[in-house]
């Protein structure tokens, strides 16, 4: 069974590489998609991977844990540059290291909140504090970093900081991938609803949840509650922001052709992709065919059998 699962992932890897590595000769982007991203802790593999390895992206990772640093350096592939900063307000910080890495943040954890969410060692297992120096990506010259394309960020609590402070290096860029929190974990941090209103504000529009992770709260037979249907507390989960499409006649080309790849390649959302070569056509810069191409070419079970376009058909609310 795992030798089957191990070459069922690689088929769908090729797969997929060959999809990007057509998108990206038909629509012809001037440069590989520039992803920032912030919080670049390695505990799982990223979802620009494949368009990493092809040569389709360059990726600039922030990371302040001295552990989750060292690996990135040790795995670092072509394409890669990481700095170990602390991204957010400006200044001097406290850097909460954790036993599990991925909780490591700027902020505490709140003790009573993750009680609740039956997560008590989230709090006993924080370390003391570590004074750091935190950076805005505002503040970061375009050697440092250029104009992102896209924004993957997780750091636990801190994302709006590194908003609020990012305007002006953000103002390009076609979409942010960020963790957005439903319950909160640590104190005073902003909640979904926070940063959905500091990202409309900046011209982006919500497109979509990757996942969201949801537990059992706590209460006396939390231990023996194993189905899926018993963990109904949202706790978080990746969202995915888009520049607001209603805005779309001031996007240059290039905006319009990183986002095919990014909706392609990052976040997977290949209806996306097709719209964005639809206005690449109206732009005179594909030819008509090529949207139907693409779709063509994608795997069977992507398309309807012999269903009309819903499209085509009179639409009722």
């Given amino acids: 069974m795992k030798d089957s699962a191990t070459s069922n992932k690689k088929a769908s890897m090729r797969t997929l590489e060959g999809r990007l590595a057509q998108l990206r000769e038909v629509i012809r982007p001037a440069r590989p998609l520039r992803i920032v991203d912030v919080g670049a802790n390695p505990i799982n593999t990223p979802s620009y991977v494949s368009l990493l390895q092809m040569g389709g992206a360059e990726i600039w990772g922030f990371e302040p844990d001295e552990g989750a640093f060292a690996a990135l350096m040790e795995n670092r592939q072509e394409g890669t540059h990481y700095v170990q900063e602390a991204v957010g307000k400006p200044g001097k910080a406290v850097f909460y290291p954790h036993l599990r890495s991925g909780l490591g943040s700027l902020l ?16 006993a297992n924080q370390g003391d504090g570590v004074e750091i120096d935190v950076v805005a990506l505002d503040d970061l010259d375009d050697q440092t970093l250029p104009r992102p394309d896209v924004l993957k960020i997780d750091i636990q609590g801190g994302e709006m900081d590194v908003f609020q402070h990012g305007r002006t290096k953000l103002s390009d860029a076609v979409a942010i991938i960020t963790e957005a929190r439903f319950a909160r974990i640590y104190e005073g941090e902003a909640l979904w609803a926070d940063i959905d209103i500091e990202l409309r504000s900046q011209g982006f529009a919500l497109h979509k949840l990757m996942f969201v992770k949801s537990n059992a709260v706590a209460n006396s037979q939390r231990g023996k509650m194993h189905n899926p249907r018993l963990r109904n507390q949202m706790l978080d989960g990746d969202v995915v922001y888009i520049r607001d499409p209603l805005t779309l006649p001031q996007w240059s080309d290039e905006q319009v052709k990183q986002l095919a790849i990014a909706a392609a390649g990052v976040f997977d959302s290949l209806d996306l992709t097709i719209w964005c070569m639809d206005e690449l056509v109206r732009r005179g810069l594909l030819p008509e065919a ?6 063509d070419k994608l795997p069977k ?3 309807a059998k012999g269903k009309p376009d819903i499209a085509a058909r009179p639409q009722t609310i």
């Fill in 108 to 123: 505490k954890v709140d003790a009573e909140a993750v009680a609740f969410l039956g997560h008590p060692g989230w709090s």
């Fill in 290 to 295: 090529a949207p139907t191409e693409f779709f």
């Fill in 301 to 303: 079970w992507l398309r």
